[in-house]
């Protein structure tokens, strides 16, 4: 007898109960050889004071399976309550999320029949690093971090992803012609570990038209990799392009732990009236019967699947006369997948999971790269100012400065008010003010304290100190618009 291999299971909030039994019993039914260990995560367990809606005994569970099949939960609003997935995807490294984006027509809706692309998404860093902070009464300011070591495993997952699952293109997104620094080192990566794949395609997009090509032209993509927020939102655009968010499975991956759920949420609307689509869910859970190695089974399950999209046994929002033959909600739904065990389908592709390594992508370890030489030449202050008056604030900031440390710059909102400034410009209250020495002189942290000691005592109130620093030579920071 196959030995059982141990997962994690939670049955969510909303529909997540229904779904994952509907789930359950088709693995059940096709033979996949599981130890489930259920815990009790989301909504509940935030009503019991838990602000991040897991308990410490579910997480050593998670830490005894390393895989975890969750269904939808329910995050509360406000409250300081935190997102159980973002929780769950950095506290266990799940540094990978995977979305297959497929459409299945003429059985789905869809104005893009040739829709076959996945979504690799960074999960760990950018703006879901929730690093925010109120820099005065009327500026707010979130922390965008991007790191080279981050990028280039999701890259390379990316890369290698592509050449286990027979695919024959990459493309990365970013917004490098702002973000010169933090977007510009994601493509720079890219380009880098992208020379060490010649076999397999590669370019680079904006992610303003890249993502309008996605809702207009999907077929031209096969893999796209993108930093944290921008693989959210491209991944839910391309999911609805198929023809139905319900019916998108994804998974995240890390090192060592995987997770496994559907790409739509709780859908508290519908809950407990039989009518939800377990699909999602259910190829979420394809997904995770591939990576514990049971390829055959997961097969023979998502085949079942298609055979059921094929004959017309559709839940309600994917139900289409003409094309749909009957109307199921969950349960029948369920027994039409079981019924099928064993099936092909005819028009849709077979999957075919024999070749797929268990266990995910095994990535070499990371690259080392030289220590640069750096030198610190200046620093930016953050401070507040009420009135909009960018000449006044200069000339009561020239009285602090020291010989060695001038005022170079003064931004709002990015853009430069100071020197030559426009008057057109529209100003708030929280200024960034920039000093650098002289001929990139090197400068020591005395002299930063000095000046701000300075400010301090002339009554100007500092809010930020970021030094600034030369890196081989090269700036690591930016100018303002306007400079």
């Known amino acids: 007898m196959s030995v059982k291999t141990p997962i994690t299971v939670a049955r969510g909030d909303?529909?997540?109960?229904?779904?994952?039994?509907?789930?359950?019993?088709?693995?059940?039914?096709?033979?996949?050889q599981l130890d489930i260990e259920e815990i009790e995560i989301?909504?509940?367990?935030?009503?019991?004071?838990?602000?991040?809606?897991?308990?410490?005994?579910?997480?050593?569970?998670l830490q005894r399976t390393k895989v975890f099949l969750k269904a939808p939960i329910t995050t509360p609003q406000g409250g300081g309550f935190k997102s159980l997935n973002v929780t769950i995807r950095k506290s266990l490294g799940l540094f990978a999320n995977v979305r297959p984006c497929v459409a299945y027509a003429p059985y789905v809706e869809t104005d893009h029949s040739d829709m076959d692309l996945v979504i690799i998404r960074e999960n760990e860093e950018d703006l879901y690093g929730g690093i925010e902070y109120r820099q005065s009464q009327d500026v707010m300011a979130?922390?965008?971090?991007?790191?080279?070591?981050?990028?280039?495993?999701?890259?390379?997952?990316?890369?290698?992803?592509?050449?286990?699952?027979?695919?024959?293109?990459?493309?990365?997104?970013?917004?490098?012609?702002?973000?010169?620094?933090?977007?510009?080192?994601?493509?720079?990566?890219?380009?880098?570990?992208?020379?060490?794949?010649?076999?397999?395609?590669?370019?680079?997009?904006?992610?303003?038209?890249?993502?309008?090509?996605?809702?207009?032209?999907?077929?031209?993509?096969?893999?796209?990799v993108l930093p944290n927020l921008y693989g959210d939102i491209?991944?839910?655009?391309?999911?609805?392009?198929?023809?139905?968010?319900?019916l998108g499975g994804s998974s995240n991956v890390g090192v060592d732990f995987a997770m496994f759920e559907a790409v739509h949420g709780s859908a508290p609307d519908i809950a407990g009236k039989g009518l939800a689509n377990p699909s999602g869910l259910l190829l979420g859970a394809v997904m995770m019967l591939v990576h514990i190695g049971q390829g055959e089974v997961a097969g023979k399950v998502h085949n079942a699947w298609l055979k059921t999209i094929e004959d017309g046994y559709h839940t309600g929002e994917i139900y289409r006369e003409g094309i749909s033959k009957v109307r199921v909600g969950t349960d029948d739904f369920c027994k039409a997948v079981i019924e099928r065990l064993g099936q092909k389908p005819e028009t849709l592709p077979i999957a075919d999971y024999s070749g797929t390594p268990a266990g995910g992508m095994k990535l070499p370890p990371l690259k080392e790269y030289p220590p640069v030489e750096r030198k610190r030449i200046g620093v930016d202050i953050g401070l507040n100012w009420g009135v909009c008056n960018a000449e006044m604030l200069a000339e009561k900031v020239q009285e602090c400065v020291t010989d060695n440390l001038k005022l170079q710059m003064i931004s709002n909102r990015g853009t430069k008010v100071w020197p030559n400034g426009r008057p057109e410009t529209f100003c708030a209250d929280n200024w960034r003010l920039r000093f650098k020495a002289d001929d990139d002189e090197?400068?020591?942290?005395?002299?930063?304290i000095a000046l701000m000691d300075r400010m301090n005592k002339a009554d100007l109130n500092f809010t930020k100190s970021v030094m600034l620093y030369l890196y081989d030579g090269e700036p690591g920071f930016t100018v303002a618009q306007g400079e």
């Open 14 to 32: 909303g529909i997540g109960p229904e779904i994952m039994d509907a789930t359950l019993k088709i693995l059940d039914a096709a033979g996949a």
């Open 42 to 61: 989301g909504k509940a367990v935030y009503e019991r004071g838990v602000k991040n809606g897991i308990e410490e005994s579910s997480w050593e569970s």
């Open 142 to 224: 979130s922390l965008k971090l991007i790191s080279r070591p981050g990028t280039e495993r999701i890259v390379r997952y990316a890369f290698e992803y592509a050449r286990a699952n027979g695919r024959k293109k990459v493309t990365c997104m970013t917004k490098d012609n702002i973000m010169k620094l933090s977007d510009g080192l994601f493509h720079k990566v890219f380009d880098e570990i992208g020379q060490e794949y010649p076999d397999i395609e590669q370019d680079h997009m904006i992610i303003d038209i890249g993502t309008a090509k996605v809702a207009a032209h999907p077929g031209m993509f096969d893999v796209v």
């Open 234 to 246: 491209v991944s839910d655009v391309a999911a609805e392009v198929t023809g139905s968010v319900g």
């Open 442 to 448: 090197e400068i020591t942290t005395s002299q930063v």
